[in-house]
């Protein structure tokens, strides 16, 4: 599942993007003395991450201003992921170059849209990441937050929808923005919890209660957001784009359920049922 928002599409195309709650990947205060409560919630989901998929498995994140601190051999295979993930899923066009320049503009530092990156390693290649990106309510753009295809009038359309889905419905004046997440084809199926779980932890830390994503209806980000609980609040019709909106803790919730329990079927359950509801199928036609 992938989310996509190239700020400089590169051919024009169709778009499809406290203890217990830890369950498995607990840690019991001072056990890592060293590590801030975010550091230690990352290094017990990289136990996590070692149990269900193998020891070769390490994720890495980097928080605000780490992103300034990433090393250009990072960026060169994030790039290669990048570029691998979307031209194989999508057909679109991207060189490990034009990736890179993507990947940089989207990671830039500002206070007021701050960056939040995990990484999915096996070994030393990159084979998942996700992003997303802090919002003040005033830094909401419709240049760079809504999607790239639509018309300027119906991107400013969107916008409007979005602060007033903030300030009159949620009541709210920070937002966090889903902007990518992918994953090489082979490793798709188990990695996106892992990848969304440590943002949407830190995010919560930050005070960061709603979420915004835009995808496509016929995307699995379309069931990808309904099964851990966005609601599409608009859509675009051109190109069947939607922006979907939902609780960042109760996202986050679902993904962890789905880990503790290993992926199975029973894991999924609270995901399948939200998307069976909102499509009125299975027993929410009851």
């Known amino acids: 599942m992938e989310l996509r928002k190239p700020i400089t599409p590169l051919r024009s195309a169709t778009v499809t993007h406290h ?6 990947f607990q840690l019991l205060p001072g056990l890592l003395p060293n590590l801030d409560a975010g550091e230690q ?31 250009e051999a990072t960026f060169d295979a994030l790039a290669h992921c990048y570029m691998t993930v979307f031209n194989e899923s999508w057909g679109e066009s991207w060189t490990e170059a034009s990736a890179k320049r993507e990947i940089k503009d989207s990671l830039q530092w500002n206070p007021q849209r701050i960056p939040l ?4 390693f096996k070994d030393a290649e990159i084979i998942g990441f996700c992003w997303v990106l802090l919002l003040d309510k005033s830094a909401l753009s419709k240049e760079r937050d809504m999607p790239w295809e639509l018309s300027d009038a119906e991107k400013s359309g969107g916008l409007a929808i979005s602060t007033y889905w903030m300030e009159e419905v949620v009541k709210k004046d920070r937002i966090m923005f889903i902007k990518e997440l992918g994953a090489l084809k082979e490793h798709r ?3 996106s919890p892992f990848l969304s779980i440590p943002l949407f932890e830190r995010a919560v ?25 966005f609601s599409p609040v608009h859509f675009f019709i ?8 939902g609780s960042v803790k109760g996202s986050l919730d679902t993904l962890k359920a789905v880990v503790d329990a290993s992926f199975s079927k029973q894991s999924q359950y609270y995901m399948i049922k939200n998307i069976n509801k909102y499509l009125l199928k299975g027993e929410a036609r009851n």
């Open 19 to 24: 203890i217990n709650a830890l369950g498995d």
């Open 41 to 71: 919630r990352l290094a017990a989901l990289n136990r996590t991450v070692r149990d269900k998929l193998g020891e070769e498995y390490a994720l890495k994140a980097y928080y605000g201003e780490e992103v300034l601190s990433i090393p």
């Open 189 to 191: 199926q188990k990695v």
């Open 117 to 120: 990156l995990s990484l999915l």
């Open 205 to 229: 830390q930050m005070g960061y209660d709603v979420a915004f994503l835009w995808t496509n209806v016929y995307s699995k980000a379309f069931k990808w957001g309904l099964g851990v609980g």
């Open 238 to 245: 051109t190109n069947n784009l939607l922006l979907m909106y």
